[in-house]
């Protein structure tokens, strides 16, 4: 096998591995800080849906692979968009900044192509303008709206209902809405690393253009994932967990189900989305639901520059990693 192929293989197994213990807090921080279930239950039955929800399809992943860069790249151009990440995803890990795994990949790729064709044109800005730019503005909104609408409706229903019979059945509730959020987060952002690994099968000519994700290459991804998952991610589940609103069981069910429906709309699009953000919004959703004063937009907007900043960070490191690794190959 092509060394570089295995070093691309390698740095694929470590980006996800990251993206797993990066995210593990957008699927369990809720139920886990309303007390629904125990840190380590909550992660290995969030380890456990990531796997499930990662081998159910691979519309996101053929928009990494076939519909943001319109060129043959080099093994050595996939290598370094991988690096580009990590090395994003481990500093906002470091810092706990809840960002976006999925747009550290997307502009590490660009950034690493732009530098590799030595121009923009191979570059497919309509499909990143579509499949990237607007879901990440609209899956956000699409969170907040439901947490919000949710919230309220809850809130009807319950009027009139006691509010510790309320709180007992949100409480066992939320395990099942914090599992389908994990099932969602598997479906869509382990089908990024996926789409990458077949842009370097195809580059090493090991497969042809057009044929779809091999198993072995979802089940990799899928088990990385799972395996990153169950080392937790607990830095990042405070900010998201307690950092926004003062959580409780009914406020973690809707906005579990509330990002979980976003995303997996998203995800039938076959647009690669932030579980960061679609948590973090919904969550806001739901506290504004109940008065706006109750959410910390401090935080809100410190998330949102974070946000906002990952794709021109991102895109800078690949090409220069591209640039570096250009040179020593």
């Not at 692979?65 to 994003?88: E, H, M, N, R, T």
């Not at 609408?149 to 006691?162: F, G, K, P, T, Y």
């Not at 220069?320 to 190959?329: D, E, K, Q, S, Y």
């Amino acid at each position: 096998m092509n060394g570089l192929l295995v070093c691309v293989l390698i740095a694929a197994f470590i980006f996800e591995f990251i993206n797993g213990f990066h995210d593990t807090a957008n699927a369990i921080a809720t139920t886990v800080y309303t007390r629904a279930l125990p840190v380590r239950v909550a992660i290995v039955c969030s380890a456990t849906m990531n796997f499930i929800g990662a081998l159910m399809s691979e519309s996101v992943a053929l928009t990494i692979s076939k519909g943001l860069v319109d060129v043959q790249l080099d093994l050595y151009v996939i290598f370094a968009a991988l690096v580009g990440a990590i090395i994003w995803d481990l500093f906002t890990w470091w810092f706990a900044i809840p960002s976006s795994s999925s747009h550290a990949l997307i502009g590490s790729l660009i950034g690493a192509t732009i530098v590799f064709t030595r121009g923009f044109k191979d570059v497919l800005w309509g499909g990143v303008f579509q499949k990237v730019i607007i879901p990440i503005f609209t899956s956000p909104l699409i969170g907040f709206v439901l947490g919000f609408a949710i919230m309220r409706l809850v809130h009807e229903i319950c009027a009139n209902i006691q509010l510790k019979r309320c709180n007992a059945f949100f409480h066992k509730a939320q395990i099942a809405s914090s599992m389908f959020m994990a099932y969602s987060h598997g479906n869509n952002d382990a089908q990024k690393t996926m789409g990458i690994i077949t842009i370097a099968l195809i580059s090493a000519g090991l497969l042809q253009e057009g044929t779809g994700i091999p198993l072995w290459v979802k089940l990799f991804c899928a088990g990385t994932m799972a395996l990153g998952t169950s080392i937790g991610g607990q830095r990042i589940m405070k900010t998201v967990g307690s950092g926004v609103t003062k959580l409780e069981p009914v406020m973690g069910f809707v906005s579990e189900t509330s990002s979980a429906i976003a995303i997996e709309v998203m995800t039938a699009l076959g647009a690669p989305v932030s579980t960061t953000q679609v948590i973090t919004t919904s969550i806001m959703g739901a506290g504004t639901a109940r008065g706006a004063k109750k959410v910390k937009w401090g935080i809100g907007y410190q998330m949102l520059v974070a946000w906002i900043v990952t794709l021109p960070a991102t895109m800078f490191l690949g090409g220069l990693v591209a640039l570096i690794t250009g040179l020593i190959v």
